[in-house]
């Protein structure tokens, strides 16, 4: 062992001396120029002369660390991105590589120019843009699906024509199902780019147009598809709506305020009022000619609070002449003409009598005292809440009522109906008719409201102890879930919240074990305790438990003795004086019992014999 050990210090300080722990003079260079190295770098300040320097190692072959030390960093590099080429978003032109950012909300570096051969060969196009005194350099991809309103606007051979979605777009004419650039397919007559027509950034920051336009029931209003930088487009038309007196052309028909503000009356003058929205406005008009309704006078005016007044009285020659008018009626009064000039004199008669009406629009009434045929029925109600329904002259006149008055446009389906402009009542809603029961089927009648009709949908009575659920009779029903096939004998198959489980029960039960004894339920299981059958055990087996009763083991022992190989010595004990021999007798095991299969036991020992 010591000359082991001497032979492993032997090999263990071979190697400490290969890895160089005797070369003093190689480390102490390095040490020095890292030091000088690292003491030079943070005086970078001037130029690069020293980096040059100090990269440099002369010393020896530990390049790694010195190289890691020396600043080799140019201190006028230059980290600012790149330029960004024609095609790519901009926020100012010292963004762009042209020296050109173009557009408003959208901006896109461009290459400008004043023809085609001003543009390079992948973008070959001089693009007009919506100012006409800008042009840009575009590729047949940029040019195809801009929004234009005629060809002038395309470039590259495309032309301007409407298409599918209403939006007039450049496109690039094909036949035979050939002649597109790319990936476009021939469609129609027109090379249609992978995934349609969309808008490009270039045709946002362009501000390229196409005319649209926005419809619905109460006019048609004009206006422009313009691209958005998120490759969207919208139609800027305004919405069509109902006109009403607020200084602007609502139905977008040429006319603003083109609403019916006359009230019939030759004393007003009938405008939309500026100040009410959506309310006519009637001044009395002072000193304008108007017809009082007597055709006994003459010359009638309208006064400053634009009530017509009578002028004068006219001339008549015979009672024909005076014909009642106004209040009066021809079958209550009695027409003469008297004097000279003649003069109409009209004087009530048949009080209480029936009296008929020159007025179509007037029937059934009783002369009163003052000539005036009385209890009257109008019948100009047209049955429209927003109008004023009057009967003058012989005719109706339904003039609009005021603007925000409450009416009913005789549907039951609707809410919120109010007057609007021009006698029109126009609801703000739809009356809700969704019930929440997933039973019926909710609709709306006009004439009566909501009408829910049961159906026979399945459904979800919300109990998860059913099954099968379907509507029925407006709700919706479902059959019982058995759990039967869960009960046993110490669980009974029970529906709960989470559905069928098995609740366990308590008492006796039977686990068909006939080997077992007390039976009994626990944690939803029949559990008995096994039969004793341990006083029948012997040395040869266990008494075991057959058809519920216990049975002696039948396996028969076999005898066996084991023995242990003894040795015997002989030594000569040579003692002083004396002839003794001593006889030892022993065993090689130690020295116990060993038991056989019968259990007899065999007992060694040691025995000491002594001879004189």
């Known amino acids: 062992m010591p000359r082991l050990l001497a032979a492993l210090a032997g090999v263990l300080l071979l190697s400490v001396s290969a890895c160089g722990g005797d070369d003093s003079s190689r480390t102490d260079r390095d040490t020095a120029a890292d030091t000088s190295a690292d003491t030079a770098v943070p005086q970078d300040t001037v130029d690069d002369t020293a980096d040059t320097a100090v990269a440099t190692d002369t010393g020896d072959d530990d390049t790694a660390a010195d190289t890691a030390d020396a600043d080799t960093t140019p201190d006028d590099t230059d980290t600012s991105a790149p330029l960004a080429p024609a095609g790519s978003p901009c926020s100012a032109p010292a963004d762009c590589a042209s020296g050109a950012c173009l557009g408003g909300d959208a901006k896109v570096c461009v290459d400008l120019c004043d023809g085609a051969a001003d543009c390079p060969e992948d973008r070959p196009a001089c693009l007009p843009t919506s100012d006409a005194a800008v042009s840009v350099c575009a590729s047949r991809d940029d040019v195809a699906g801009l929004p234009c309103a005629g060809d002038d606007a395309c470039a590259a051979g495309a032309t301007c024509v409407a298409l599918d979605d209403g939006v007039s777009r450049c496109v690039f004419a094909c036949s035979g199902g050939g002649g597109c650039d790319g990936d476009a397919t021939c469609d129609d007559g027109v090379c249609v780019p992978p995934g349609g027509f969309g808008c490009t950034l270039l045709a946002a920051a362009t501000g390229a147009t196409s005319p649209c336009a926005n419809a619905n029931e109460h ?5 422009a598809f313009r691209c958005t930088a998120e490759g969207a487009g919208s139609c ?27 009230d019939a009356d030759p004393c007003t003058v009938d405008a939309c009022d500026p100040d009410a929205l959506g309310q006519c406005k009637h001044t009395p008009a002072a000193g304008a000619a108007c017809e009082d309704g007597d055709t006994c006078t003459q010359g009638d005016i309208c006064t400053a609070d634009g009530t017509c007044v009578a002028g004068s009285p006219c001339a008549c020659d015979t009672a024909a002449d005076c014909v009642p008018t106004g209040v009066l009626h021809p079958g209550c009064v009695v027409a003469t003409c008297e004097g000279t000039p003649g003069r109409c004199v009209l004087t009530p008669t048949n009080a209480g009598g029936a009296c008929g009406t020159p007025d179509a629009c007037r029937v059934g009434g009783t002369c009163d005292d003052g000539g005036v045929c009385a209890g009257l029925t109008d019948t100009c109600d047209d049955g429209n809440d927003c109008t004023t329904d009057v009967c003058a002259g012989g005719a109706c006149t339904n003039r609009p009522a005021p603007v925000g008055l409450g009416c009913s446009d005789h549907d039951a389906c609707t809410t919120g109906d109010t007057c609007v402009a021009g006698g029109l009542c126009i609801p703000s809603d739809s009356i809700p008719c969704d019930d929440g029961n997933p039973c019926t089927d909710d609709a709306c009648d006009p004439a009566t409201g909501c009408v829910h009709t049961n159906n026979a949908a399945a459904c979800d009575d919300g109990d998860l102890c059913t099954t099968g659920d379907v509507c029925q009779a407006g709700a919706c029903h479902g059959e019982d879930l058995g759990c039967g096939a869960l009960t ?48 029948l055990d012997t040395t040869c087996g266990e008494g075991t438990c057959v058809a519920g009763a216990c049975v002696a083991p039948t396996r028969t022992c076999d005898l066996l003795l084991r023995t242990q190989q003894v040795s015997a010595a002989v030594e000569r004990a040579p003692a002083a004086g004396s002839h003794g021999l001593d006889l030892s007798v022993g065993h090689t095991g130690p020295v116990g019992r060993a038991a056989n299969a019968t259990g007899l036991l065999a007992i060694f020992g040691f025995h000491t014999l002594r001879l004189e």
């Open 219 to 223: 006019g048609t209003c004009q206006g």
């Open 236 to 262: 800027d038309a305004a919405t069509p709506a109902v006109e009403v007196c607020d200084g602007a052309d609502d139905d977008c028909d040429g006319t603003v305020d083109d609403v019916d503000c006359d």
């Open 488 to 535: 046993t004998a110490c669980a009974t198959g029970t529906c709960t919240a989470r559905g069928c489980v098995a609740v366990p029960t308590a008492g006796a039960c039977d686990d068909g074990d006939p080997c077992t004894l007390d039976d009994t339920c626990a944690d939803g299981r029949c559990h008995g305790t096994a039969l004793d059958c341990s006083d």
